[in-house]
């Protein structure tokens, strides 16, 4: 048997190091926000013939007065327009001055997002997130009603909340510095990956704290609540990285052949799920040990 | 010998169900019998706008001049109005719907396959959006003090001066009017404003240029002023006699500054609140017999007559302007209240115009303004890429995971892998088949993603009942209690862990944006579905091909026969 609650300070020292990171780059260099967020025009022009240099482009439609104009050449001879646009007639007049220009050229997609809708988009985002966060922390305390000693169900709801959280504060941290220096931007399918890692994050740990109440009901007097956690956590090992592992190769497959629309939507999926899957095993439960010890403590 | 009978009868409705499956899913296993596959192929996936290339439009409707109460039905007229125009298009299946969100209303057009994306656009903008104006009082902000007014107008007479003496002293009259000549219609002529009969000029312009004493070729001596500004008038030649006086004349224009050109010239109007949602009809009509002049004539409803009447008897003497998406097409001057609610708009149409104008006008004006502020379109080769791409990191997430499940499960792996198929093959006959149901499923691309993702999370059931039974073993329980051991004490765990993706799943729903809801929706859906392969069919497959035949082949699920021993032993 592995002794997982035994080092428990190896595993919180390299969290709260991770998470801190996080928040910092989170706090210094933000998010890099999609036009999902912020309003404005996202193009991708494709040429049939020579793809144009960005600049010989951007000089084009200089005199259109676009705001914050950004170009980036992509792999299949195309161009990324992206600009801060208040109202469609910018976007017409952009379209008409690349085919005059550019006869070969055709728009593969346009994304236009008012800033009404970008503004609702974010509030509806926050909430979300909130919501879903409230949504599992009491549905497991629900699910654990029934177990109360020696640690109350609802502090497997705050471990399994806090572990969560933990989680998702490392991908948004990730982004934060992928943002920063790959220019990744996160939009509303940032979003999705992130309710999606709570939901699947919460899986995990729930196997985990399922096993230590099984455990508890059983257990003979003599076996202290951290040996219990620290058996049910073994029990449950190859389970939690086998049912991680399976979603972490499709998730694979899907970053690496799904094209490049949803690449950045997976990789939030591989870091969440990732870092989800480490920390129902040494995060979540861990905590459990440590509210039971803080109680008795606190005796 | 019942248990074992319901079993045979469970084991048989889930072949069946796998053969139902696989063949809705793939027709072309039955590609050799025309008469099935053509059935079975007529099935399809329902594919979203970003698979198959098309446009998603939103557009927020401007509801500040509608009475709250009647919103809802603003909003149906306006869906109604954009849906005939969008059918009249062509355009297979278009989605049109409204949905609100707070107090904001909008109308979603989802245009599947539509090749030219700003053809497309324009046909849904084209709709027009007729509106009755009143003359408001003029704008006098923009107006410039009389006192600067006339302090310019002193300057520009100087020069005007300066300039006549310079072309009577010899200077070429065509050359400076090209150059000096602020009247757009000839200056580019040299002045020149052809033969003209007495009375198309104004008064003070008349005189001059019909004055007998001023001969062929010759310059009027001094400058003319009208309300234009300060003419230098040359008359080059003259023909005919008495009434049919012609004269070929040129000037040069020095034109007067006032505050019509600040304002545009334009007398400013203003709403009133009558627009094209009070129309009942409008159709063509001619001015004078015969077939010239046409124009539109308009007929309101009630409250549109009322509303006329109205504005009518405000504006006897004045002006009132129909507006057409924006622009003023005809101001015409009102002489007496019109109480029968009946409109004329002459514009100077064309026949072909008046025709249109009318059909556009019956097809319905818009009730109230829209305006995009949303737009999603993609191109139907790239939504061609998506799809392959997606699809094939499916097939290989599905390979990878059956292969990764039978290394470690071995024989369960075997089971857990069928369940799998049989898993894939339910999914996509919902999908297909949903277009029955009145809850059609559209496969977006982050439906597929969804999808993928729900084929790693649906064998999670499996690896935990697995693991389990792998327990149950090792404690010395013969394999088929094990089996059942496991399926039973596995359940909560399944039960919990995917209950917080359904909640998680459920509230992506509720934020609606389309990029999430396809997500969610496949997400919830294989969540479910999941639940139902992993648990009740592997486990009937199980129970069917598991007998005492395994017991001395332990290796066969991944179970060393030591272990099992050496905790017999412990004990």
Redesign the interface.
Known sequence: MINIVGRTKYAYAFSIVLTVLSVASLFFWGLKFGIDFTGGTLMEVQFSQNVPMNQEVEENLKDLGLKSMALQTTANKSILIRYASEEDATNQAVVKRLTEKYPDSKQLRVDYINSSVSTELRKNSLLAIFAAIAGIMVYVAWAFRRVSRPVESWKYGAGAVIALAHDILITIGAFAFLGHFKGIEVGVPFIAALLTILGFSVHDTIVVFDRTRENLLRSSSKEQFPEIVNRSLNETLVRSINTSMTVIITLLAIYFYGGESIRDFSLALLIGVGFGTYSSIFIASALLVTFYKMQIKSK | MIVRKKLLIRFVLIIILAIAVGLISYPKAVSKIPPVYNALNKLKVNLGL?LQGGIHL?Y?ADLSQVDSAKADTAMQSVQDVIERRVNAFGVAEPVIYTTR??T?RKLVVELAGVKD??EA?NLIKETPFLEFKKEGEPDKSKEIPQELLDQLNVQIKASAEAELKKVLAGADFAEEAKAKSEDPGSKDNGGDLDWAKKGMFVPEFDKVLFDPNLKDGEIYPQLVETDFGWHIIKKIEQRGSRDNVEVHGAHILFAKKSNADATGGQPTFVSTGLTGKNLKSAIVDFKSQGLSEPQVALKFDAEGTALFAQITKESVGKRVAIYLDGEIISAPRVNEEIVNGEAVVSGNFTIEEANNLVKRLNEGALPVPI?????????S??GQ??LE??L???L???G??MI??IL?YRFLGVIASIALLIYAGLMISIFKLSAFTPWSITLT??GI?GF??S???A??AN??IF?RTK?EIRKGRSILSAIDEGFK?AW??IR??????????L??I????G??KG??VT?VLGVLVSVFTAVNVSKTLLKFLVGDWIQDKLWLIGVKKTSVDNLDNNK
């Open positions: 970003d939103e927020k969100s707070g904001d994306i700003n656009k305006s995009l502020v949303s737009q999603q379109s993609v191109e080769s790239l890429i998506s791409k997606s094939k990191a499916g290989i997430g599905m990878l995971v990764f499940m470690y691309l982050p993603a993928v993702l084929i790693g999370m064998v999670d690896i935990l693991e327990e004490r909560t765990s919990d862990g995917n209950a917080s993706s359904i909640i998680t799943a509230i992506l509720e934020m609606g944006t990029f999430v997500f969610a997400l």
